[in-house]
C-alpha cells in the first residue's frame, strides 16, 4: 500500500515545502506508518508568515458578525465531516471512538463559540474619566500568532487556538506535533474555501526546527503553545528576543482529594475516567489520588475492580474499547521507565504496572499504592494510563499535599461536606478545582494553569482577551 505524503497547508494552498525531507506517520495501536509529513523548515514558517500577514490586512479589519460567519460555517464543515474526522484522530493518536467523537463535537462547539463571543464583548464603558475627554477601549487582533499544539488533543487543541485566534482578528501559523498532524492538515484543507487565503496556514514538522522558528520569528506577534514544560520554557526565551507575547499551557499533575464522607463509587468511577481516559495522556488527569487512610482500602478495592474490567485494545476494534495504546513508542518506554522508577522508589502496583507483549505501544492500566512520600511518581508527570494513591490523616495535611507539585492546572475534591466543598477549592492552587468531579469542560469557561503549568487560557471570552490588545482611544474636545 503506498502511503500518502501530506504537504504544508499555506496561503489556502498545499505546499510541499523547502525542504525535502518528510516524517514518518505512525497507527500507535499496529506500530504501522499511515502516512508521511512533510518535514519543515523555517524558509516554511517564512512563506507562512508572510502569507499570514498579508491576509491579515482584510481579515483583522472585517466585522465581527463577518469573522463569526465564517467560523460558523468552519463549525458546520467538521460537523459534516465528523465521521471522518473521528477516524483519523482515532487512527494517528490511538484514542477510543467515543473519546474522538468527543474531540470532534468540541472542535465545532469551540469554534460556534467563539463566532457567538467576538459579538458579544464587553468592556469599561466609555466616558469622561478626564474632564473634557472621552475615552474609549477598542479592542484589536494582536496581529500574526503563532500556535504550537500536542499529539494528545490534535485536532480539540487545535480549536482551542483557532477558535479565539481567528475569532479575534488575527491570522495564524499552526505547528501541529510532529506525531499527529493529520486531523490539523485536513481541517485545514476542509476550511480552505471558506477561510480566506492566508488567515490559517499549517506548517508540520520538528519541533526543535518549525517551533523554534515560530517561537523567534519576527513577523509573529504572540506565540501560543500547548506542551510539555520543557517545550514552553523553550519557547518563553526564544519568544523574549522579540518580545512577542506568550500563552503557554502547559503540564499538570492533578491531585485528587478524597475524604472520608465521599461517595467512593462515584469516585471510582471519576477516576477511571479522567485517570485513565485518552490512556492518561491528558493534561489534567486525574493521576494522583490524595485519600483519607480510614477509606483507602474501600477505594483502592473499588478502583482495582473497575480497571480489571476496563476494555482495553487498539480503537478499531470497536465502540466498546474504552483505553488504548500510548502515543509512541518513545512515549511507552518513558511510561515504562516512570514504573521501573516507582516501583525501585517502593511503590507497588495493585494493578498493572508494565507494557503488554504484542503490537502497538500500549502499557497496562496501572494502579500505584504503599508510595513513601515524596517518590517521583507522586510529583511528576508520567502522563500514561498511572494513578497513584496516598493517604492524609486530616484536611489541612491534605491541602499540604495537594499543593506540594510544581504545577498548578486542575484538581478534585470529593466530599459530600458542605462546608469542604465551599471553602477547599480557595485553598488549592490550581487553575481548575472541581467538586464531586474531574475533568469536565465547558466552552463558556476558562481553562488553563498557575506556576509551572503556564500562563493564559484557552475557552470562554478569556481566551479572546488573551488574543487581542486593548488601545485606549481619548478624545479632547473642551476648547
Ligand atoms: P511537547 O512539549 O513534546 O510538544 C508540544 C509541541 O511543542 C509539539 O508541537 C512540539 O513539536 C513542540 N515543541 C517541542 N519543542 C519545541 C521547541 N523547542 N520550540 C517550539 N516548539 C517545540 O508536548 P507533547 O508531548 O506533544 O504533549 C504532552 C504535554 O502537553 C504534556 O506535558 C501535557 O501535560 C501538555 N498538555 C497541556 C495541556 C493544557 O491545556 N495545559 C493540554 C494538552 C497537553
Same mark, same amino acid.
Request: with cysteine; hydrophobic share 45%; net charge negative.
Given at each position: 500500500?503506498?502511503?500518502?505524503?501530506?504537504?504544508?497547508?499555506?496561503?489556502?494552498?498545499?505546499?510541499?515545502?523547502?525542504?525535502?525531507?518528510?516524517?514518518?506517520?505512525?497507527?500507535?495501536a499496529?506500530?504501522?506508518?499511515?502516512?508521511?509529513?512533510?518535514?519543515?523548515?523555517?524558509?516554511?514558517?517564512?512563506?507562512?508568515?508572510?502569507?499570514?500577514?498579508?491576509? &491579515?490586512?482584510?481579515?483583522?479589519?472585517?466585522?465581527?458578525?463577518?469573522?463569526?460567519?465564517?467560523?460558523?460555517?468552519?463549525?458546520?464543515?467538521?460537523?459534516?465531516?465528523?465521521?471522518?474526522?473521528?477516524?483519523?484522530?482515532?487512527?494517528?493518536?490511538? +484514542?477510543?471512538?467515543?473519546?474522538?467523537?468527543?474531540?470532534?463535537? &468540541?472542535?465545532?462547539?469551540?469554534?460556534?463559540?467563539?463566532?457567538?463571543?467576538?459579538?458579544?464583548?464587553?468592556?469599561?464603558?466609555?466616558?469622561?474619566?478626564?474632564?473634557?475627554?472621552? /475615552?474609549?477601549?477598542?479592542?484589536e487582533?494582536?496581529?500574526?500568532?503563532?500556535?504550537?499544539?500536542?499529539?494528545?488533543?490534535?485536532?480539540?487543541?487545535?480549536?482551542?487556538?483557532l477558535?479565539?485566534?481567528?475569532?479575534?482578528?488575527?491570522?495564524?501559523?499552526?505547528?501541529?506535533?510532529?506525531?499527529?498532524?493529520? /486531523?490539523?492538515?485536513?481541517?485545514?484543507?476542509?476550511?480552505a474555501?471558506l477561510?480566506?487565503?492566508?488567515?490559517?496556514?499549517?506548517?508540520?514538522?520538528d519541533?526543535?526546527? =518549525?517551533?523554534?522558528?515560530?517561537?523567534?520569528?519576527?513577523?509573529?506577534?504572540?506565540?501560543?503553545?500547548?506542551?510539555?514544560?520543557?517545550?514552553?520554557?523553550?519557547v518563553?526565551?526564544?519568544?523574549?528576543?522579540?518580545? +512577542?507575547?506568550?500563552?503557554?499551557?502547559?503540564?499538570?499533575?492533578?491531585?485528587?482529594? =478524597?475524604?472520608?464522607?465521599?461517595?467512593?463509587d462515584?469516585?471510582?468511577?471519576?477516576?477511571? #475516567?479522567?485517570?485513565?481516559?485518552?490512556?492518561?495522556?491528558?493534561?489534567?488527569?486525574?493521576?494522583?489520588?490524595?485519600?483519607?487512610?480510614?477509606?483507602?482500602?474501600?477505594?483502592?478495592?473499588?478502583?482495582?475492580?473497575?480497571?480489571e474490567?476496563?476494555?482495553?485494545?487498539?480503537?478499531?476494534?470497536g465502540?466498546?474499547?474504552?483505553?488504548?495504546?500510548?502515543?509512541?513508542?518513545?512515549?511507552?518506554?518513558?511510561?515504562?521507565a516512570?514504573?521501573?522508577?516507582?516501583?525501585?522508589?517502593?511503590?507497588?502496583?495493585?494493578?498493572?504496572?508494565?507494557?503488554?507483549?504484542?503490537p502497538? #505501544? #500500549?502499557?497496562?492500566?496501572?494502579?500505584?499504592?504503599?508510595?513513601?512520600?515524596?517518590?517521583?511518581?507522586?510529583?511528576?508527570?508520567?502522563?500514561?494510563?498511572?494513578?497513584?494513591?496516598?493517604? #492524609?490523616?486530616?484536611?489541612?495535611?491534605?491541602?499540604?499535599?495537594?499543593?506540594a507539585?510544581p504545577?498548578?492546572?486542575?484538581?478534585?475534591?470529593?466530599t459530600?461536606?458542605?462546608?469542604?466543598?465551599? /471553602?477547599?477549592?480557595?485553598?488549592?492552587d490550581?487553575?481548575?478545582?472541581?467538586?464531586?468531579?474531574?475533568?469536565?469542560?465547558?466552552t463558556?469557561?476558562?481553562?488553563?494553569?498557575?506556576?509551572?503549568?503556564?500562563?493564559?487560557?484557552?475557552?470562554?471570552?478569556?481566551?479572546?482577551?488573551?488574543?487581542?490588545?486593548?488601545?485606549?482611544?481619548?478624545?479632547?474636545?473642551q476648547?
Amino acid at each position: 500500500m503506498t502511503r500518502p505524503v501530506l504537504d504544508h497547508h499555506i496561503d489556502g494552498a498545499p505546499w510541499q515545502g523547502a525542504g525535502p525531507a518528510t516524517q514518518e506517520v505512525v497507527d500507535p495501536a499496529t506500530g504501522e506508518v499511515i502516512a508521511y509529513a512533510r518535514r519543515g523548515t523555517a524558509e516554511d514558517v517564512d512563506r507562512a508568515v508572510a502569507a499570514a500577514r498579508r491576509a &491579515g490586512a482584510d481579515w483583522g479589519r472585517r466585522t465581527p458578525k463577518d469573522r463569526a460567519d465564517v467560523l460558523l460555517a468552519v463549525a458546520a464543515a467538521v460537523e459534516e465531516h465528523a465521521a471522518e474526522l473521528v477516524d483519523l484522530e482515532s487512527r494517528n493518536a490511538g +484514542k477510543p471512538l467515543g473519546l474522538a467523537a468527543d474531540d470532534v463535537a &468540541g472542535t465545532a462547539d469551540t469554534f460556534r463559540f467563539m463566532a457567538g463571543a467576538v459579538r458579544a464583548q464587553t468592556a469599561l464603558a466609555a466616558g469622561e474619566y478626564v474632564e473634557g475627554r472621552t /475615552s474609549t477601549i477598542v479592542r484589536e487582533p494582536v496581529g500574526v500568532v503563532g500556535a504550537i499544539t500536542p499529539w494528545n488533543y490534535p485536532l480539540l487543541m487545535a480549536a482551542w487556538k483557532l477558535g479565539p485566534i481567528l475569532a479575534a482578528g488575527n491570522t495564524c501559523v499552526l505547528k501541529p506535533s510532529e506525531q499527529t498532524p493529520l /486531523s490539523t492538515l485536513r481541517l485545514a484543507e476542509l476550511v480552505a474555501g471558506l477561510l480566506p487565503a492566508g488567515v490559517l496556514n499549517v506548517v508540520t514538522g520538528d519541533g526543535a526546527v =518549525v517551533g523554534a522558528a515560530i517561537a523567534s520569528h519576527p513577523g509573529i506577534d504572540l506565540v501560543s503553545v500547548t506542551g510539555s514544560v520543557r517545550s514552553g520554557q523553550a519557547v518563553a526565551a526564544a519568544a523574549a528576543a522579540t518580545l +512577542k507575547r506568550v500563552h503557554l499551557e502547559l503540564g499538570g499533575k492533578a491531585p485528587v482529594l =478524597v475524604f472520608a464522607d465521599a461517595d467512593l463509587d462515584a469516585v471510582a468511577d471519576g477516576v477511571l #475516567f479522567a485517570g485513565f481516559g485518552n490512556s492518561g495522556q491528558d493534561c489534567g488527569a486525574a493521576c494522583r489520588v490524595l485519600v483519607d487512610a480510614a477509606v483507602h482500602d474501600d477505594l483502592v478495592a473499588r478502583l482495582v475492580k473497575r480497571i480489571e474490567a476496563m476494555p482495553v485494545g487498539a480503537p478499531s476494534e470497536g465502540e466498546h474499547i474504552e483505553m488504548g495504546p500510548l502515543v509512541s513508542r518513545e512515549h511507552r518506554d518513558r511510561v515504562v521507565a516512570a514504573l521501573e522508577r516507582a516501583f525501585a522508589d517502593g511503590a507497588t502496583a495493585a494493578v498493572g504496572g508494565k507494557a503488554p507483549d504484542g503490537p502497538g #505501544f #500500549f502499557v497496562e492500566p496501572t494502579l500505584l499504592v504503599d508510595i513513601p512520600d515524596g517518590a517521583a511518581c507522586t510529583t511528576e508527570e508520567i502522563f500514561g494510563p498511572v494513578v497513584t494513591v496516598e493517604t #492524609f490523616t486530616d484536611e489541612d495535611a491534605a491541602v499540604v499535599a495537594a499543593n506540594a507539585t510544581p504545577y498548578g492546572l486542575s484538581a478534585s475534591v470529593w466530599t459530600e461536606n458542605a462546608r469542604r466543598a465551599a /471553602s477547599l477549592p480557595g485553598r488549592l492552587d490550581f487553575g481548575t478545582v472541581w467538586v464531586n468531579d474531574h475533568l469536565a469542560f465547558a466552552t463558556e469557561m476558562p481553562w488553563g494553569g498557575v506556576k509551572s503549568s503556564g500562563y493564559g487560557r484557552d475557552l470562554s471570552a478569556y481566551a479572546l482577551n488573551d488574543y487581542s490588545r486593548t488601545k485606549h482611544v481619548m478624545v479632547k474636545h473642551q476648547a
